[in-house]
């Protein structure tokens, strides 16, 4: 039994991680992509609403894009990946 040998270059090295390993968050089934992006979405609206009642009678509020953004993008891969599998 041969011990393996290490990549001899970079390159070697990237392609050689690149051509079978996937990262779990890009095998993600696009049906729960959705689903997250929907549960980002939901949650980003929650925190501004309630950070807006919070400042009701004056000062400041939080408008949290960052959730909403996110969960857009979410949708949006879900969407690309079902439309991918067909």
Do not use: D, K
């Not at 807006?52 to 857009?72: D, K, L």
């Amino acid at each position: 039994m041969q011990p393996s040998q290490p990549p001899s270059s970079a390159a070697q090295m990237i392609s050689g991680a690149a051509a079978g390993s996937a990262s779990p968050h890009q095998r993600m089934h696009p049906g729960l992509r959705i689903l997250l992006g929907i549960v980002l979405i939901v949650v980003g609206i929650g925190i501004t609403a309630a950070s807006h009642e919070a400042a009701r009678g004056g000062g400041t509020y939080i408008i949290a894009y960052g959730p909403v953004g996110i969960g857009v993008v979410q949708i949006f891969q879900g969407l690309i990946g079902l439309f991918r599998r067909t």
